[in-house]
């Protein structure tokens, strides 16, 4: 079956560097999701990607954020400069539809520390 | 604005016995999805099963069933026969129309579900 896949699965980094997270969706699907989870809470939704441009972007994908689709397979999410409160689970997600009535597959993470 | 309510933190139920997980939602749009997913301890997120506002069935996966309530706005999971491999957290999650072209998806805070010998 399928799988959106995610790299690396853990990310370890100083305080003020940049990261950027790779996840590769599934291959025909066409909407595109980042969300985090700080540990043991909430999953956050951050943004949506839709026909190579942002749809939706939540309070928290501030200017630190961005998200890119640079080639056919890849989506990243990368974050400029990384705060403590950035350490969290990050999730990306693929839907073959925008609609509704499609699941979110989702990728098996990426645990960023920020130390 | 789109809510969804988990009201049990957490979830005790023996070995083999069916367990109902419960999620009520809110949404003022017509055409919606509710969805379950399962986090293991192992951190991914798997979906299990799916609802869609217009269903008059409820919607059945292997030990997995959906009782759906659409006036009383609920969607409760319901687990029989549970095994130890059940023992994880078990979000609510819905998708409507109101949030856009690429409907975001909005979970609850979680139920986290303990089986026991």
């Known amino acids: 079956e399928p799988e959106v896949t995610q790299t690396p699965s853990h990310q370890v980094t100083q305080m003020g560097q940049e990261v950027i997270l790779r996840c590769v969706p599934i291959?025909?699907?066409?909407?595109f999701y980042w969300y985090r989870q700080i540990l043991g809470q909430k999953v956050e939704f951050l943004v949506s990607?839709?026909?190579?441009?942002?749809?939706?972007k939540s309070e928290i994908f501030d200017d630190q954020f961005s998200v890119e689709r640079p080639d056919g397979s890849n989506f990243t999410l990368k974050i400029r400069s990384t705060k403590l409160e950035d350490s969290a689970m990050y999730f990306c997600?693929?839907?073959?539809?925008?609609?509704?009535?499609?699941?979110?597959?989702f990728g098996n993470g990426t645990r960023l520390t920020v130390t | 604005a789109q809510k969804i309510t988990q009201t049990q933190p957490g979830m005790f139920v023996q070995e083999k016995e069916a367990v109902t997980l419960d999620c009520t939602y809110d949404?003022?749009?017509?055409?919606?999805?509710l969805f379950w997913y399962k986090q293991p301890s192992s951190g991914e997120m798997i979906f299990l099963i799916y609802q869609g506002s217009y269903d008059e069935q409820n919607a059945t996966e292997g030990r997995y069933s959906l009782n759906f309530q659409k006036a009383r706005k609920s969607a409760n999971l319901v687990i029989s026969a549970s095994q130890l491999g059940d023992s994880a957290m078990y979000f609510c999650?819905?998708?409507?129309?109101?949030?856009?072209?690429?409907?975001?998806?909005?979970f609850g805070t979680g139920t986290r579900l303990q089986v026991t010998l």
């Open positions: 291959s025909n699907h066409l909407y």
């Open positions: 999650a819905m998708r409507d129309y109101l949030t856009g072209t690429a409907s975001k998806l909005t």
């Open positions: 997600a693929s839907s073959l539809l925008g609609g509704p009535h499609s699941p979110l597959h």
């Open positions: 990607f839709y026909n190579n441009e942002i749809s939706e």
């Open positions: 949404t003022s749009d017509q055409s919606y999805g």
